[in-house]
C-alpha cells in the first residue's frame, strides 16, 4: 500500500478508537542538511514537480491542515488542493495573540477563510476583526512554554468534526507536534541539496524541555521512496 492509502485506512481505524482528536499527519519538504527553508526564513522551493504532486494528494485526503503564524508571515501559503482533483482542507493557523496578517492569501483569497487558534483572552476587538471577515477563532489553553496548548486544540478541532489533519509546519510548529508525540504518520520529501538554512527542528524548544521530559521522536519501520529527483520517507511516530 502506498501513503496516501495507508493514511486513509489506518485513519478510518483510528477515528473509531479514539474521539479525544484528529488523526495527524505530519509532512513537510527538507533539504540533505535537514533545513526548512533558507537561513534568513525565505521560502525555498525544496520540492520537485513529483513530491508537490503528492504533496496536493495528502492535502486532499486531509480534512484540515495547520500551519503555525510563522509560516504564514514568511511564506504567505494558500494551503489548497491545486495540482490534483479533490477538496482544499480547512486550514487552521496557531497563532497565540492572532498576529495573522489580514492581507495575507489565506484570508484575502481563501476559499475557506482559516480558523486560528489563539489564546483565550486574547484581545476582543482583535478576536472581532477576524471574527467580522469570517475567520473562526477558536480559543484555547496555553502550554507551559506560552505556546497554544495541542492537546487542548486538537480535541477542540475533533469536536468540530475534523477528524484528519494535515500538518505543514514550520520550524516550531514541527517541533511541539513532534515533543509531544501527537503524530501519527510522518512523510518528509527529502530534496537533494544541500541549504544552509533553517533547521526543522527549533533547537532552544528541543535543550529546554527534552530529553528528560520528551523521549527521542523517531520512526518506526520507515519506507523511503523515490518522488522524481526527491526521495520521500514516510512511516509512523514510534510512540514510548
Ligand atoms: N519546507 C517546508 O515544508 C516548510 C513548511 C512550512 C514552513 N516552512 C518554513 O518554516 C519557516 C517558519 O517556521 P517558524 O518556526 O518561524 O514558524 P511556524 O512554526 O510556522 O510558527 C511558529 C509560531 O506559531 C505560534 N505557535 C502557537 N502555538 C504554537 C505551538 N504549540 N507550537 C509551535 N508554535 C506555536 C507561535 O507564534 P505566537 O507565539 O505568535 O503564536 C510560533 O512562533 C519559514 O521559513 C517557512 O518557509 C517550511
Redesign the pocket.
Known amino acids: 500500500m502506498g501513503v496516501i492509502e495507508t493514511i486513509r485506512s489506518e485513519a478510518d481505524r483510528f477515528i473509531q478508537q479514539q474521539d479525544d482528536r484528529p488523526y495527524v499527519t505530519l509532512s513537510?519538504?527538507?533539504s540533505l542538511d535537514g533545513c526548512?527553508?533558507t537561513r534568513d526564513?525565505r521560502?525555498y522551493a525544496?520540492s520537485g514537480d513529483e513530491a508537490l504532486h503528492l504533496t496536493h494528494s495528502l492535502r486532499a485526503a486531509h480534512q484540515a491542515i495547520l500551519?503555525?503564524?510563522?509560516?504564514v508571515i514568511?511564506?504567505d501559503p494558500l494551503l489548497t488542493v491545486r495540482l490534483v482533483n479533490g477538496e482544499s482542507p480547512q486550514a487552521v493557523i496557531?497563532?497565540?495573540?492572532l498576529?495573522t496578517p489580514l492581507n495575507s492569501r489565506l484570508i484575502a483569497r481563501g476559499h475557506h477563510l482559516p480558523w486560528l487558534a489563539a489564546r483565550s483572552n486574547v484581545d476582543e476587538a482583535c478576536r472581532q476583526t477576524f471574527e467580522a471577515v469570517g475567520c473562526k477563532v477558536l480559543r484555547c489553553s496555553m502550554?507551559e512554554g506560552g505556546?497554544?496548548l495541542?492537546p487542548d486544540l486538537l480535541s477542540q478541532l475533533r469536536r468540530l468534526g475534523i477528524t484528519t489533519l494535515m500538518v505543514?509546519?514550520?520550524?516550531?510548529?514541527i517541533t511541539?507536534f513532534l515533543l509531544r508525540q501527537l503524530v501519527d504518520m510522518v512523510v518528509i520529501t527529502v530534496a537533494p541539496v544541500w541549504l544552509g538554512g533553517?533547521p526543522s527542528l527549533?533547537e532552544e524548544m528541543v535543550t529546554h524541555s527534552a530529553p528528560d521530559r520528551y523521549p527521542l521522536a523517531q520512526i518506526s519501520a520507515p519506507r523511503l521512496e523515490p518522488a522524481g529527483r526527491d526521495m520521500v520517507l514516510w512511516g509512523h511516530l514510534k510512540k514510548e
Do not use: F, W
Open positions: 513537510y519538504a527538507q526548512l527553508a526564513g521560502p525544496l500551519v503555525g503564524v510563522g509560516t514568511s511564506d496557531v497563532d497565540t495573540n498576529r502550554d505556546y497554544i495541542l505543514e509546519g514550520g520550524m516550531h510548529v511541539s533553517k527549533a
